[in-house]
């Protein structure tokens, strides 16, 4: 069955890195786009960045542009988020979503999602 | 950025009730609309595609409809699973943006 499997998560200080990998399975990772998405405690979905199929072309928003990278590595079905310079407001719960090459774009497949605290 | 705005925020209502959930979107996105169902503690589901598909899994009480600006979400008969905040979504183009969520409540 299908499987995304979020890690890398934790608390870490306001200013420094963090790197969280989705781990997937059930499915042929490399016809789907990667997203994260994020979710502060209480609040709404918020989308961070997607990484399409072939790995070409990244999006970010714009909360998270120049200081975020995603990749992946199709060879192992996972995708990776680079955060740097981290600040309070980027805790939350992020989960990784997978989008079909051949869909609608919608986010069929999501991971249960790791916490990411930012606190000193 | 493509602003979507979802009413309600809070919905209560009763088992058996026909409930509708709007999504509006500050500019045409054709029918690049999803629905995710979001149960407490857990990560969102896909619902709804291209704004009136269901996806498989989900209760043919679930119904999407709307295209352009204007999308809606229907439960034709509420159920106690149904318990959820739901998001819209559109795809049209980046950054994809989610609507600020409804919270349905049962009675």
């Known amino acids: 069955q299908v499987q995304l499997a979020e890690s890398g998560g934790g608390v870490v200080q306001p200013g420094r890195s963090l790197s969280l990998s989705c781990t997937t399975s059930g499915f042929t990772f490399e016809n789907y786009g990667m997203h994260w998405v994020r979710q502060a405690l209480g609040k709404g979905l918020e989308w961070v960045a997607v990484?399409?199929?072939?790995?070409?072309?990244?999006?970010?928003a714009d909360s998270v542009e120049g200081r975020f990278t995603v990749s992946r590595d199709n060879s192992k079905k996972t995708s990776y988020l680079q955060m740097n310079t981290l600040a309070a407001e980027d805790t939350a719960v992020y989960y990784c979503a997978a989008t079909n090459n051949f869909g609608s774009g919608s986010f069929d497949f999501w991971g249960q999602g790791t916490m990411v605290t930012v606190s000193s | 950025d493509i602003q979507l705005t979802q009413s309600p925020s809070f919905l209560s209502a009763s088992v058996g009730d026909r409930v509708t959930i709007t999504c509006r979107a500050s500019q045409g996105i054709s029918s690049y609309l999803a629905w995710y169902q979001q149960k407490p503690g857990r990560a969102p589901k896909l619902l709804i595609y291209g704004a009136s598909t269901l996806q498989g899994g989900f209760s043919s009480r679930f119904g999407g409809g709307g295209s352009g600006t204007e999308f809606t979400l229907t439960i034709s008969s509420l159920q106690p699973e149904d318990l959820a905040t739901y998001y819209c979504?559109?795809?049209?183009?980046?950054?994809?943006?989610f609507g600020q969520g409804t919270k349905l409540e049962i009675k």
């Open positions: 979504q559109q795809l049209n183009s980046y950054p994809y943006t």
């Open positions: 990484i399409w199929s072939d790995g070409s072309t990244q999006y970010y």
